[in-house]
Every structure is written in structure tokens, then in C-alpha cells.
């Protein structure tokens, strides 16, 4: 998740970010901007990150005008002392309003949001999209994660499978090593092989390799035993059993 912060008073800018790292730490802060004419001149030579947030009154005008001047494609939280432009943030990308002074909580639940709403909009255009583009382009055969305070490279061979907990999505790998990824389930399943993953159901994507037994479940379910084992049973539904099986079965 890429993050910009507009804010004109340092105090602010500061526990702000600080709110994000807690609630967020894959995310990467691009930018801290601390004014319109800043504001302005940034997103006119960067493209749009995933999410920004963004302060109503600035030292040198209101925030609205950056939207005026150049166009910004992405949601918006909006951040303010005051309640007296609600209607107006939400005629801009506006997702959410908090009040100042701001708190760990309302940070969280406003990514919460956005990560809801992301997942909303990309459920399904993601799978429809790799059908109609399978073949043609190929699928991602590398995922860069973080380590550290650095990166490193997963091969695709060797992962096991993805999940999803609490809101995040990671990355396992045979060896049993988890990576946090930031993307969703949908996205990830886009990009990979279908003769390879399957979606095995709403916070589970499985690579062939890691399943080691599959197993009634009761009511036409399947227990999927995984190598390395998941944190949770890792079932498959009654109206997902047929197409598993048929996918195991080449």
C-alpha cells in the first residue's frame, strides 16, 4: 500500500505517520507534503499512490484546491479540526472525516475501510480479467517482499500458498517461511498460473505442490492437508468441491 501524507503542522504530520507505521507497517509513506502548493506540484510529476491523507485547512489554503488543479485519482481520508467540510470531502475520493486530534484507532479503522473497500471493487473483476487475458500474458513467475529493512525475492516454485488474517495478506513458502504482501487475494490470483493455484476459498490460495491429502469434510466439503501446515483448517466448499477435484486431477 502506497501512502501520502498532506498536513502543514509538523506535530500532526508526525503522529500521523507514526499512526500508519503501527497500523499498516508494509505500507510505504511516498510523500509528506505540507502545503497546497506543494500538494499541487507533487502529484502534477508522481502518479496517484493507493491511498491519501489529507488535512482541509493548510497554511497556504484549503485542500480542496489541490483537486481542483490537478486531477488525483484515489481515495481520500480526510483529517481536520473542523466538521464544516464534511459534505465537501465527500464531493472529492472522500472514504472518511477524522477529527482531530487524531488517534491510533481511527487511523486503523479508516485502512480498514479502504482495504474493505478495496477488496470489494477487485473481487471478481480480478478473476474475469485473468480469464480473458490468460494465455496472453504471462503469469508472474517472482513476488518481492520485505525483509528486513530490505527486499527479497520469492520464486514461485516455491511458494506453498497465500492467506489472509486479519486483514493482511501473506505469503508462505515450502520452507515455511511468511511474507506480508501488499495485495489482495483476488490480485494475487490474477497474476499466477491457474494449472498451478486455486483459490481453494475466501482466505486461501494453494499451490498443487503444498497439498499433501484431500479429505471429505462433511456436507460435500474437502479438508485440504497442506505442507507447511496452516495456522487454520484449510476447507474447501461444498459448491468449490467439484471444480478442486477437478483441478487436482489435472
Not at 494475487?188 to 497439498?211: G, H, K, P, S, Y
Request: hydrophobic fraction near 45%; charged fraction near 20%.
Amino acid at each position: 500500500m502506497r501512502l501520502v501524507i498532506v498536513e502543514d503542522e509538523p506535530p500532526a504530520r508526525e503522529k500521523l505517520a507514526s499512526c500508519l507505521r503501527t497500523a499498516a507497517p508494509e505500507a510505504a509513506i511516498l510523500a509528506q507534503l505540507g502545503g497546497v502548493a506543494e500538494a499541487i506540484r507533487w502529484f502534477g510529476q508522481h502518479s496517484a499512490p493507493d491511498l491519501l491523507f489529507c488535512d482541509t485547512q493548510l497554511s497556504d489554503g484549503l485542500s480542496f484546491e489541490i483537486f481542483r488543479a490537478q486531477p488525483v485519482h484515489c481515495p481520500v481520508v480526510f483529517t481536520t479540526a473542523f466538521d464544516e467540510y464534511l459534505l465537501e470531502s465527500f464531493q472529492t475520493n472522500s472514504i472518511d472525516y477524522l477529527l482531530k486530534p487524531i488517534r491510533q484507532a481511527q487511523v486503523a479503522a479508516a485502512l480498514a475501510k479502504y482495504r474493505a473497500l478495496a477488496a470489494h471493487f477487485t473481487a471478481g473483476y480480478a478473476h474475469r480479467l485473468h480469464a480473458i487475458t490468460h494465455g496472453a500474458i504471462a503469469p508472474r513467475d517472482r513476488f518481492l517482499v520485505r525483509k528486513g529493512a530490505g527486499h527479497l525475492v520469492v520464486k514461485v516454485p516455491e511458494i506453498a500458498y497465500f492467506y489472509t488474517e486479519d486483514k493482511l495478506i501473506f505469503l508462505v513458502t515450502a520452507a515455511g517461511q511468511r511474507h506480508l504482501l501488499d495485495k489482495t487475494l483476488s490480485e494475487i490470483e490474477a497474476e499466477l498460473d491457474a494449472a498451478r493455484f486455486f483459490r481453494a476459498n475466501r482466505a486461501t490460495l494453494v499451490q498443487i505442490d503444498a497439498i499433501s491429502r484431500c479429505s471429505p469434510y462433511g456436507k460435500g466439503r474437502l479438508l485440504l492437508e497442506l505442507h507447511p501446515p496452516p495456522r487454520e483448517p484449510v476447507v474447501v466448499s461444498q459448491e468449490r468441491a467439484s471444480a478442486c477435484r477437478e483441478w487436482l486431477g489435472g
